[in-house]
């Protein structure tokens, strides 16, 4: 091993290869111990991940719909990324989008190359051949490089001996940041700003401006910092986050500039996308009651980028019953649900759900439709439910035959059978001329006028009954008949219900009945 001794009073000489070595330290200076010391951060490496997502649980022959991911999480370029994925013996390929570059032995996805923070998704799709569990591995290789420019610029002697005027300052920016994003999501650049000349540079101002659509956590839509002056060679950087807040291609230009109006500008563009999940219900606006309900739950996914794990929840309205639900929807409790998985976008899903209600009113049925805890829309439908009323008209006697000079009476029953209440219902008696009229009782006041009884109006809810009693005695022996007419609101014919009761009077004295 060689030693380097240093003294104030004997200076030594240093051979050309232990200074190089005393610089720059020995040739695996630059690798990174455990504990971390010695990483170099400049430049950024990549590091793409890869994601796959597939549901915990199938059936034989039932596809198997994979999402591989490839992601680069990094501000460096990943060049010549390819994923990889041989196929398990127990499956056959069905399709994939985008199409494999290769096939044979196993399936390649040749994607180019990966920008900083890009992602790249694919869809597999297979069939499993036998009841076996399936086990699906994807690998992904890149590869990554740097290159470097070295300017060969004259020195001020040079370039005065050839009459040429002395080296001027020049200035570069550059920006760094995600090409790809989603609403909501918080986007990290960075800019870096380089004296690339021969000479200082002073003065020196950046500035960036967001486009509408980019929120800083200052509110304000023009970003700016005061560098100062920079050396030959010399190179910055700043550091900002904003929110992407709507979708869309979203470009901005940011502007380095130094005294004596140098200056250089450079434009980023991220595209943000969108997920919207939408839900609507489409159900009857009125029904007679005991009819079933059908309600439509219309599901759609009408931004841009898939939807994941989506369900729609529909609690059961009061008052209702379930009878179906399509869809392999299952009741849990009080409510109904469905499991949709992944929404693409542009995709809709229907389901529907069957009820039938027993009380007239208003009855809504609401729904939910979610996605993780990321997404969740409500909906519902209302419908009026009519109820029918159905009016029964009873008329008996009490005693037939009946002697001249005994009392009997005539029961009047009625009865609401409907669904809802009958209103204004009167009731007429028309008691024979062989009768004489005694007394009357029931749920409303009465009025005679000769043999007719008149009642007064009166309103029946649903499956309802009333009942009036006419108490008469017999005088003239005969076969007589007691009648009866009933009128009601509901009673749209015009005509009243009409009942009638035979009764037969005979005399203890044959010789008076003739």
Sequence with gaps: MATLIFSRSEPRMIPGFLLWLALWGTPDSN?????????????????????????????????????????????????????RNPLPDNVKFVRANPEPSA????????????????????????????????????????????????KIAPTPLAAADRGSAPAQPEIQLRKYGPV????????????????TGASPLKGVRVTDSLPPGMEHESKHNALSWEVGS???????????????????KLCNRAAAVAAGDIRDVV???????????????????????????????LV???????????????????????????????????????????????????VEVVLRSQAPGKICNRATASAGDQYSVEAEACTELIGVAALLLEVVDTEDPVEVGSETMYIINIRNQGTAQATNIQIEAIVPAQMEILRVTGPSDHKKEGQRIICEPLTMAAKGEARYVVYVRAKTAGEVRFKVNMTADQLTSGLPVHEEESTTIYSSNPSLGK
Excluded at 240 to 247: G, I, L
Aim: with cysteine; glycine share 6%.
């Design 103 to 150: 096939k044979d032995p196993e399936l390649q996805w040749r994607l180019g190359t990966l920008e900083a923070c890009a992602r790249r998704e694919i869809m597999l799709v297979v069939v499993p051949t036998g009841s076996a569990d399936v086990t699906n591995c994807a690998r992904v290789q890149f590869e990554h490089g740097q290159c470097v420019t070295t």
């Design 31 to 83: 690798v990174a111990r455990a504990d971390g010391a010695g990483c170099r951060l400049d430049p950024p490496t990549p590091a793409v991940t890869l994601a796959v997502r597939v549901r915990a649980n199938g059936a034989p022959g039932q596809e198997l719909e994979y999402r591989i991911t490839a992601e680069n999480r990094t501000l460096a370029a990943a060049h010549n990324v390819l994923v």
């Design 180 to 195: 790809q994003a989603m609403v909501n999501d918080i986007l990290r650049f960075e800019l870096a700003v380089t004296n």
């Design 300 to 350: 759609s996914n009408t931004g841009s980028v898939p939807i994941e794990n989506v369900y729609v929840i529909n609690p059961i309205p009061d008052h209702t019953d379930f009878i179906r639900a399509s869809d392999a929807g299952q009741r849990a409790g009080n409510q109904v649900q469905w499991v949709l998985g992944t929404l693409e976008p542009r995709a809709r899903r229907t």
């Design 267 to 297: 434009e980023s563009c991220v595209t943000v996308t969108q997920a919207n999940l939408s839900l609507k219900i489409d159900g009857p606006a009125k029904q007679y009651l005991n009819n079933t309900l059908a309600y439509q739950l």
């Design 230 to 248: 920079l050396a030959p060679g010399e190179s910055r950087t700043m550091n900002y986050q904003v929110v992407a807040k709507a979708a869309g």
